[in-house]
């Protein structure tokens, strides 16, 4: 596409390397460039507006336009711009927010360390894992597994976890110490008849025989989103999480739940390990802690976990990890007036009833040529495409369809994201009853569209 020399676009292409991008394929097309948002809504440059079908990246909890944000940071700007959390300092909104988030916590939790993306938290739980072996005196007890098709960051450590491909291939990836074991979709891995709960229970005596395998004392801890976010929004079958916990207590292995995308309300609750009975020792949390207004992420740990990692500190002498925004004070308020709309404006229920009425309507195309299975829970979803619903295939090479499908939505002023064949949708928790509807309206008409293409 020929974009004038001085656009917004040339220059984007002229000096920006972009994430998850085709750096060849850039310097051809460019890039959609946003200028405002308004509720779910966002607008480029050019004046077209798009519903934000996947709330940034699932993240933008109260849309683009929450005045009271934008408020919070200015007031903490003012009086005090920044503050660090190294060498005994503090300040007061990272203190209210440690106390906030403790109090949220579903299961008793002792501490919270503060980061700034999901990825520095998971890399920094690995790194203090290790440190907790190394200080009860377990030094062989550094394996974590992690599982196929989880993502949790793109870091050297949590790149690692993650159990994509592309997050390893030319990364020399995963480093050692890291495991996967089977994914968890149950449409896709799940044997020619094999229940849910079949499903569930062969995916628990993989993990225990992986476990065994390795020798239970080398292995410190079990990874895991409660719903896999961009493996392809997979939801836990019947029994999963029961199961595979009852597997982790009997070796004394911890368990992390990444809540990077799940946590405050995405699934219905509070967090998603509530949806589904998990009792973390760790938690993992950013993206909706400050609906990504400013990039904070944290992880809340128990008081077993937090026990030896002081107990090191204190012999040595200083816990030597952290970063110099971790704990920003306006990143810190924001999230704060973020927790206290969700409460206020009881987003959590929004989100229960608006994703039931988005998953309502894509079950009603279950019978279209096109969807091979709709999933979802609370207000995160994904509909996944196929040519051949027997052979659960697309006609094309995987992920054609999809960004046909997502490209195709992107035209009609709807953005989504396709994660191979599978087309994710997970708006802010704001979102209203008409917006839904504007949703799934446009997405059956796409499916019409594209059908009539392909088949
Ligand atoms: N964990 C999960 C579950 C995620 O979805 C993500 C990001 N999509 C991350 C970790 C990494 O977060 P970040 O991109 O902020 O590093």
Redesign the pocket.
Known sequence: MAYSPNSPEARDIAYHLHSYTDARRHEETGSVVLEKGDGVFVEDIHGNRYIEAMAG??SVALGFSEKRLADAAARQMAKLPFAHTFSYKSNGPVIDLAEKLISLAPVPMSKVFFTN??????DTILKLLWYRSNSMGQPQRKKIISRVR??????IA?ASLTGLPNNHRSFDLPIANVLHTGSPHHWKDANPGESEEDFATRRAEELEAMILAEGPETIMAFIG?PV???GGVVVPPATYWEKIQAVLAKYDILLIA?????GFGRTGNMFGSQTYDMRPDIM?M??QLSSSYL?I?AFMINEKVYGPIADESHRIGVLGHGFTAGGHPVASAVALENLKIIEERDLVANAREMGERLRGRFHALEGHPLVGEVRGVGLIAAVELVTNKEAKTALEAPGALGGKVAAALQARGVIVRNMLDAIAFCPPLIIKAEEVDMIADRFEAVLNDVAAEVL
Do not use: R
């Not at 993306?117 to 998971?122: C, F, L, Q, R, V």
């Not at 990444?258 to 799940?262: A, F, G, P, Q, R």
């Open positions: 990246l699932w993306s999901g990825s520095e938290a998971n989880g993502y949790h960051g793109v870091t949590s989103e896999m976010g961009a990444d809540e990077v995308i799940c993992t950013s993206k990039p992420s």
